[in-house]
């Protein structure tokens, strides 16, 4: 799929960010995953089975808590989170099929996939919409989409902090901060089987699936 030229350049400047980011990426993330996120990657990896792809892996930190069954394929977008990943999955000896992709253009046929998980990445995804099409057109009907992602607070007072912060956090790390995943996935043809939320709502734990039409 080609991709309009500005968020091309947005990919660029957001692959630039993480290969700048990705040797103090884990030490940060150690950090909010224990003030904001416990037990959410655990969550989301336990409802991927079969075939399971990953989109934009990271430095690989779901790994451990994949299931041991499940046939594993990652993408990421930055080639120094990714090297920092096959690592992790070597030093683990998780076998992992991890290779450098766009999840907004994903180089894989329809339907070939059980289940697509996202951990904290449509939040500085250029273009989420786009992404959560490709995810509805790999995954095979009945098919299972597992998210965790930092969302638009329902609170007022929170969501205004949020929308006062975004520029800053969108120049200088490419991080929406206001963004709402139910947005992307309704219009792209998913149903939402599981949805909780916490932290004042600005932590959103979602399960959509494709619907089978059989």
Known sequence: MELPEDTRRETERVRRLQDNEAPRYD?????????????GREWACSRAQGQV?????????????????????????????LAIAKRR????????????GDAQALDFPD??????????????IPDPGAAV???????RP?????LLEHVRS????????????????IRFAADHLTREPLEYLGA????????????????ERVLAVKPDPT
């Open 27 to 39: 030490r940060q993330m150690n950090f909010f995953d224990r003030l904001l996120f416990e037990g």
């Open 53 to 81: 792809l990953e989109i934009a892996v990271g430095t690989g930190r779901n790994l451990p808590h994949h299931r041991d069954d499940v046939t594993l394929t990652g993408i990421e977008l930055s080639p120094e989170m």
């Open 89 to 100: 999955a070597a030093e683990s000896g998780r076998e992992a099929d991890l290779r450098v």
């Open 111 to 124: 339907a070939g996939f059980d289940s697509v998980l996202c951990t904290l990445a449509l939040c500085t």
């Open 133 to 139: 099409r490709e995810v509805h057109r790999v995954l």
């Open 142 to 146: 009945g098919g299972r989409f597992s």
């Open 154 to 169: 329902p609170v007022r007072a929170v969501r205004g902090v949020q929308r006062l912060i975004e520029p800053l956090s």
């Open 188 to 203: 792209a043809g998913f149903e939402v089987e599981e949805l909780e939320r916490s932290k004042w709502g600005i932590v």
